[in-house]
């Protein structure tokens, strides 16, 4: 058993790697009544063309690892969330670009229910029946998504600044691909991705470091998992220009949403270097754009944006794009707004107070997520399957500086990179 110790946040971790290559990772809160813990898998929704070690190349339909994520919850005798919900747990999931997490959390028989957590992952139950009833079930969810305005111009702005990379594909798939999908090729999905050795167990809460390390060891040496070669994943070549710069649609709103973003060349990242260009980016977006900035504010009172208006900004070693916008009356003069007030910023730079400010609210905003194993929890493996370490975060912002702010700045928004959509009402 490894001791990490992180004195800057007070904080200490507890990690073991299992014989079969499962890495478990465990943070006691001491005080906290309720535990969270997640089984992750580094497997998303872009993984749909992979090779395991010298093998040939597989391409799978779209849609599959959030396929899984719903099918991993059946068993032969019924429903998983039933046995949570008897042991007094809560238990859900998610599939996101690059990772599927099944968590639970619970006040009392924390380590049944971690047990049982360990178990349902790693016992798949597919038939020909099964599959073929949860096709109709997310094809419903997919259509449902497609009447939700929000989610429709979030990942229209993907679909517009992507053009080969599988980041562009709604993660439930489309309603052609998951008809495609079938028993075997979920197990061959399953047995590629949800592996020990790709995927991590994290434990955080009222529990005892050697109690978890004791029941997880007994756990993994019950069962048998053949040895795997490293998983290699395929991607086609990105080019640089956005797919297209500008996408409508069309959708009963009584207000338009407008979402813009700028597209990079892949990073390169991983690791410190990976978190250190996300932690500058994110603080040069909020000194630019967040609700204290004098550009949000001027927006706020022509009553071109609402409280709706919000920044991302997403990066991993082969792609990185922000993500702005919310709900306008008026798409065009918003854009042209924010494009001159951004081409200013750029000549000018983002001012020391402006960069000071947003400093203090990140590190706030981190500060207090540290205070909640239930967002520690959802957060963790985010950052550990990118090769960085969540624990690391508050000492790259303090290090972080203006001059980094403003040359990510400079390099981020680069207007031939920029992808615009828009959800509209139909005209009448």
């Given amino acids: 058993m490894e001791k990490l110790n992180y004195p800057q946040v007070q904080e200490t971790l507890y990690r073991e790697v299992m014989d079969n290559g499962l890495e478990v990772i465990v943070l006691p809160k001491e005080g906290f009544n309720k535990t969270y813990a997640t089984f992750s898998t580094r497997y998303g929704s872009i993984d749909n063309h992979f090779a395991v070690g010298q093998g040939e190349p597989v391409k799978v339909p779209d849609g599959i690892a959030h396929f899984l994520e719903h099918k991993m919850f059946e068993e032969p005798e019924g429903d998983i969330f039933a046995t949570f919900a008897s042991q ?39 038939t020909d029946e099964n599959v073929n009833k949860e096709k109709g079930i997310i094809e419903q969810e997919i259509n449902m998504y497609r009447d939700n305005a929000d989610w429709r111009v979030y990942f229209g702005l993907i679909e517009s600044l992507y053009k080969m990379h599988p980041l562009r594909i709604d993660i439930a798939g489309t309603a052609e691909s998951i008809w495609q999908i079938n028993k075997e090729t979920l197990y061959s999905c399953y047995h590629t991705f949800y592996h020990p050795s790709n995927m991590l167990l994290f434990v955080v809460g009222g529990v005892q470091p050697d109690e978890v390390f004791r029941l997880v060891r007994d756990n993994q ?24 710069p500008r996408k409508v649609i069309q959708l ?5 949403k407008c979402m813009f973003g700028f597209k990079e060349p892949k990073t390169g990242y991983t690791g410190d270097k990976l978190l250190r260009h996300e932690i500058a980016t994110k603080l040069m977006m909020e000194a630019l754009l967040g609700p ?19 920044h991302e900004y997403n990066s991993a070693s082969d792609y ?11 798409p065009d003069r918003l854009l042209t707004d924010i494009e001159a007030a951004i081409k200013k910023a750029k000549e000018s730079g983002i001012t020391n107070e402006a960069f000071q400010r947003a400093k203090r609210k990140k590190i706030g905003g981190y500060l207090r997520m540290l205070n909640s194993p239930e967002a520690i929890a959802g957060e963790f ?17 303090e290090e972080c500086s203006l001059e980094e702010v403003n040359k990510r700045l400079r390099e981020h928004f680069n207007f031939d990179r920029l992808a615009v959509c828009i959800v509209e009402k139909p005209s009448e």
């Avoid at 747990?89 to 957590?117: G, K, M, P």
């Avoid at 204290?292 to 919000?310: H, N, V, W």
């Avoid at 990185?320 to 008026?330: K, Q, R």
């Fill in 88 to 126: 007094g747990a809560s238990a859900n999931a998610f599939t996101s670009f690059d990772r599927t997490v099944y968590l639970y959390s619970a006040s009392e028989q924390v380590y049944e229910n971690l047990s049982t957590l360990i178990d349902f992952v790693q016992n798949p139950y597919f």
């Fill in 381 to 397: 493996t985010r950052y550990r399957f990118r090769e960085s370490d969540m624990f690391r975060v508050l000492t790259h912002y």
């Fill in 292 to 310: 204290s900035s004098a550009l949000y504010q001027g927006l706020y009172e022509q009553k071109l944006i609402s409280d709706s208006f919000g």
């Fill in 320 to 330: 990185g794009f922000s993500a702005m916008g919310g709900d306008t009356p008026d």
């Fill in 252 to 256: 009963s709103v009584s207000q338009p």
């Fill in 221 to 244: 040496s019950a069962k048998s998992f053949p040895g795997q070669g490293e998983i290699r994943r395929i991607f086609d070549e990105e080019p640089e220009e956005v797919q297209a």
